[in-house]
């Protein structure tokens, strides 16, 4: 056998164990369920299908993780290639005999030995599978290469992010035409109703994989989008502004992680699946409760069982109370920060498999305090629960609950946190904290891995007691707002993990303190790639 033949099946050899390996790794990963540590994350649509594009990436990467271990097989294999070469007796090659019926390099080792010519077949025949391997492993290389973003730094980077193209028509007065959340009274010159298009709710996000440090992964994550507002020039609209949605950073260890940046409210992680309103979170002001927050937090998990696990996070919060910044580009306190505490929150969630789905069950604490200035404070808190129930292998019900007070700055009492008497500058004005309670629940079927049906109804009803309890009250925010309800039906099909289509009606009602209340209609048609 020519020295550059051995080398070549050698080459082969050791990238078709390569090969092996990605495939075991690929498989492993699409059949273990994801870590509770992530369970935030998963309930965000965008996520979970950039993690179907993500699988092969994953597999490939465990190949160059496990390089080292290669080289060191290469160099046995090399030593035994050369006694074969020099015909050594097995007794003096460097490695011991493979047992009867196996194959090292070529040489068989079965009583009696091979003859030539069929040993020679044996070799051609591995070969041409070995080369058939090889190209395919080799696209596979070509096709992570192609995604690869240059850092900096030494360590990996990752970029994604969605294209979302909203066509949509609105039947009635609404506060954001393209994803409303509060419908008010119609104006006399107003039409009745919109039609537009957007691409503003398309997002770009980056993933930095970083050193291991004291045994912990690092990593971190950067979301943004274009729902910043608009452009003062013809046509602004359709420039959306880019803003920051989120920024995390963490180190993740076996059973614990720790978390530091911007980031959902994790005592508060569900939220329905809707691909009409991805700029904020579906059911804003009618009983969802959500904020982007600058955040530190811990997480511990325990298994319990083989298919169950709980999962204790405590963080501390800015403390927000919902206001809009004074100026544009100076930051004043607002009152939770004057208060000069942070925010506080805890979560426990347990976790179980059922139908080949995670059924989770959480409840969830949040504490803040408020300084609006001459000793007017106030304590701001809720208590809530979430689940999401798989019913059958194709059915689940998901929803959240809570009661709580002082809650506009993560989305409760329709976005406001306190009443006040009177011009809140004066010292004279009393404050009240507007007390409230909310939801929502989603049913959603999935007859196919392609495709899915969802139907969501939430509400979020401030305490008519509080509304009524200053004669003529102010707020920042609509004060005379007594409920908001909405509810929506829709599908998603994904003919491919990076691409999909959506169909969405909903159904918004807001109810005011004098008793009227106003509907409006909201129809929706996505087309999203994802990348």
């Known amino acids: 056998m020519s020295r550059t033949r051995a080398c070549h099946i050698l080459r082969l050899t050791v990238m078709a164990g390569c090969l092996a390996l990605a495939c075991a790794g690929f498989g492993q990963s699409a059949a273990q369920p994801p870590s509770s540590a992530a369970d935030s994350s998963l309930n965000d649509p965008v996520r979970e299908l950039r993690e179907q594009v993500r699988e092969l990436q994953s597999a490939v990467a465990e190949i160059r993780a496990e390089s080292q271990r290669y080289r060191a097989e290469t160099a046995e294999l090399r030593k035994e290639m050369e006694a074969v070469r020099s015909g050594a007796k097995p007794e003096e090659r460097p490695t011991a005999d493979p047992a009867p019926g196996t194959e090292v390099a070529g040489y068989s080792a079965a009583a009696g030995g091979v003859p030539d010519g069929a040993r020679e077949q044996k070799k051609s025949q591995r070969t041409a599978s070995l080369e058939e391997q ?7 290389v070509d096709d992570q290469y192609q995604t690869k973003v240059e850092s900096a730094s030494k360590y990996r980077m990752r970029l994604s992010g969605i294209v979302l193209l909203n066509l949509f028509s609105n039947v009635g007065t609404v506060d954001n035409i393209d994803f409303p959340s509060i419908v008010y009274d119609r104006p006399a010159s107003a039409s009745g109703g919109s039609i537009g ?45 880019l803003r920051l949605r989120t920024g995390t950073m963490r180190l993740d260890w076996d059973q614990t992680s720790i978390v530091a940046g911007q980031d959902g409210l994790f005592f508060s992680p569900s939220s329905p699946t809707s691909f009409a309103t991805l700029a904020e979170p579906a059911l804003t002001y009618a009983g969802n409760l959500w904020a982007w927050v600058p955040q530190v937090r811990v997480e511990h998990r325990w298994s319990i069982g083989e298919d169950s696990n709980l999962v204790v996070q405590g963080g501390l919060l800015d403390p927000q109370s919902g206001e809009a910044p004074v100026f544009s580009y100076y930051r004043q306190p607002q009152a939770g920060e004057m208060s000069r505490q942070p925010a506080y929150a805890t979560r426990v969630a347990w976790t179980h498999h059922v139908f080949g789905q995670p059924l989770r069950i959480g409840a969830g604490g949040y504490y803040s305090r408020q300084n609006y200035g001459y000793g007017r404070m106030v304590d701001a808190w809720a208590g809530m629960t979430d689940w999401d129930l798989p019913l059958s292998h194709q059915l689940s019900l998901s929803g959240k609950f809570y009661r709580g007070r002082g809650l506009g700055g993560v989305g409760g009492g329709i976005g406001r946190s306190v009443l006040f008497s009177g011009d809140p500058s004066s010292p004279l004005t009393e404050v009240r904290a507007l007390n409230s309670v909310g939801g929502w629940a989603q049913l959603k079927y999935r007859p196919a891995n392609k495709v899915e049906f969802n139907g969501t109804f939430g509400q979020d009803i401030p305490y008519t007691a509080d509304l009524r309890f200053f004669p003529t009250p102010q707020a920042y925010g609509d004060p005379s707002l007594t409920k908001n309800q909405e509810g929506f039906v829709n599908v998603v099909y994904r003919p491919r993990s990076d691409l999909l289509f959506s169909a969405e009606y909903r159904h918004l009602k807001t109810y005011t303190i004098d008793n009227g209340n106003y509907g409006a209609h909201h129809i929706n048609l996505t087309m999203g790639v994802l990348f």
Do not use: H
């Open 197 to 241: 298009a957007s691409l503003r709710q398309s997002q770009i996000g980056l993933e930095v994989f970083g050193p291991r440090v004291a045994g912990a992964r690092t990593t971190a994550d950067l979301q943004l989008d274009l729902a910043g507002g608009f452009s003062r020039t013809l046509n602004g609209v359709n420039y959306g502004l």
């Open 134 to 140: 090889f190209e395919l492993l080799s696209g596979k």
